[in-house]
């Protein structure tokens, strides 16, 4: 994704009140944090109107005293200018592997 695009979707999140609920999920899980890189992709097949956010840190998170997540994801859904739902996958190697395939992960 280049940097106009990503910029773009910042925007459609920071805008939505959706979009805002979904940082308040990552935030609570603590995978808003300096040592938690984020990259975007979106889908091929539906453009910017589908976009997934993977945000992985340096260690496990997550809420539960149980069991912690190396990985989060979060797939925004868009219609227009708005976003209109998004979807939490949490990842955990190798009890819980990613639904999606990155593009990253296809290579190897």
């Given at each position: 994704?280049?940097?106009?695009?990503?910029?773009?979707?910042?925007?459609?999140?920071?805008?939505?009140?959706?979009?805002?609920?979904?940082?308040?999920?990552?935030?609570?899980?603590?995978?808003?944090?300096?040592?938690?890189?984020?990259?975007?992709?979106?889908?091929?097949?539906?453009?910017?109107?589908?976009?997934?956010?993977?945000?992985?840190?340096?260690?496990?998170?997550?809420?539960?005293?149980?069991l912690?997540?190396?990985?989060m994801?979060?797939?925004?859904n868009?219609?227009e200018?708005?976003?209109?739902?998004?979807?939490?996958?949490?990842?955990?190697?190798?009890?819980?592997?990613?639904?999606?395939?990155?593009?990253?992960?296809?290579?190897q």
């Amino acid at each position: 994704m280049t940097a106009e695009e990503e910029e773009r979707v910042w925007q459609y999140i920071l805008n939505s009140p959706v979009g805002i609920a979904a940082l308040n999920q990552l935030a609570i899980e603590d995978f808003i944090a300096p040592d938690c890189p984020k990259t975007f992709y979106l889908n091929e097949e539906y453009g910017d109107f589908q976009t997934l956010l993977q945000i992985k840190c340096s260690t496990a998170r997550g809420v539960s005293i149980a069991l912690n997540y190396e990985e989060m994801r979060v797939i925004f859904n868009r219609f227009e200018d708005n976003i209109e739902s998004f979807e939490v996958e949490r990842i955990s190697m190798p009890d819980k592997p990613p639904s999606i395939r990155l593009s990253e992960q296809l290579s190897q």
